[in-house]
């Protein structure tokens, strides 16, 4: 996913979102610059050349680290974004997980009262079912006895898309779903359009 399409997509707190993926990861690496320069001046003094190397170094690594991970993250912020138009774009066009990355996704458990993260599991969840359309009901069970016991997803969903549109009504609030009955409610309703 591009920065174009992210903002084509996204909503006005979207970009703010996307940027909180990179505060801790953006403070370490200033710390370590500080650290280390502090230390190369303690043990050779002020060397002008030596001090420029190592910090071009840790920005250096931090923006590989940034352009690698853009598009995961870029991707994540619009599965949580509170439109559920960009969640469903991001969903169908760049959300491309095998299923152990989209089980590990789904079990995990995220910050307290994290709903960015929920809506991100739950979405999760949908793409395992999407992964076990075509699989034989061993492989389900095998998949569904491993997410027996996730955490509860509560997404607090603003409005309806084409994937969570059967999960319950935006009006009335989305109850707390387990991640095994997303999966299955899932794999019926694509069984249903497929027939």
């Given at each position: 996913m591009?920065?174009g399409?992210?903002?084509?997509?996204?909503?006005?707190?979207?970009?703010?979102?996307?940027?909180?993926?990179?505060?801790p990861?953006?403070?370490?690496?200033f710390?370590?610059?500080v650290?280390?320069?502090?230390?190369l001046?303690?043990?050779?003094?002020?060397?002008?050349?030596?001090?420029m190397?190592?910090?071009?170094?840790?920005?250096?690594?931090?923006g590989l680290y940034?352009f690698?991970?853009?598009s995961q993250?870029?991707t994540l912020?619009?599965?949580g974004?509170?439109?559920p138009?960009?969640?469903?774009f991001?969903?169908?066009?760049?959300f491309k997980?095998?299923?152990?990355?989209?089980?590990e996704?789904?079990?995990r458990?995220?910050r307290?009262?994290h709903?960015e993260?929920?809506?991100?599991?739950?979405?999760a969840?949908?793409?395992?079912?999407?992964?076990l359309?075509?699989s034989?009901?061993d492989?389900?069970?095998?998949?569904?006895n491993?997410?027996?016991?996730?955490?509860?997803?509560a997404?607090?969903?603003?409005?309806?898309?084409?994937?969570n549109?059967?999960?319950?009504?935006?009006?009335?609030g989305?109850?707390p779903?387990?991640?095994?009955?997303?999966?299955?409610?899932?794999?019926s309703?694509?069984?249903?359009r497929?027939?």
């Amino acid at each position: 996913m591009t920065f174009g399409t992210f903002l084509s997509h996204s909503d006005a707190g979207d970009p703010l979102a996307f940027l909180s993926y990179y505060i801790p990861s953006l403070a370490i690496a200033f710390l370590a610059v500080v650290l280390l320069n502090a230390t190369l001046i303690s043990l050779w003094g002020w060397n002008r050349k030596y001090m420029m190397l190592l910090t071009a170094s840790i920005v250096c690594c931090w923006g590989l680290y940034f352009f690698a991970t853009t598009s995961q993250y870029l991707t994540l912020t619009l599965l949580g974004s509170e439109s559920p138009k960009a969640a469903e774009f991001a969903y169908q066009n760049s959300f491309k997980l095998n299923l152990d990355q989209a089980v590990e996704l789904a079990i995990r458990n995220p910050r307290e009262n994290h709903v960015e993260g929920q809506i991100v599991r739950f979405y999760a969840a949908c793409r395992i079912a999407d992964l076990l359309q075509s699989s034989n009901r061993d492989v389900q069970g095998r998949i569904l006895n491993r997410v027996h016991d996730a955490p509860m997803v509560a997404p607090a969903f603003i409005g309806t898309n084409s994937i969570n549109h059967f999960f319950g009504d935006p009006n009335r609030g989305h109850p707390p779903l387990q991640v095994a009955d997303i999966i299955q409610r899932r794999l019926s309703e694509l069984e249903k359009r497929n027939r």
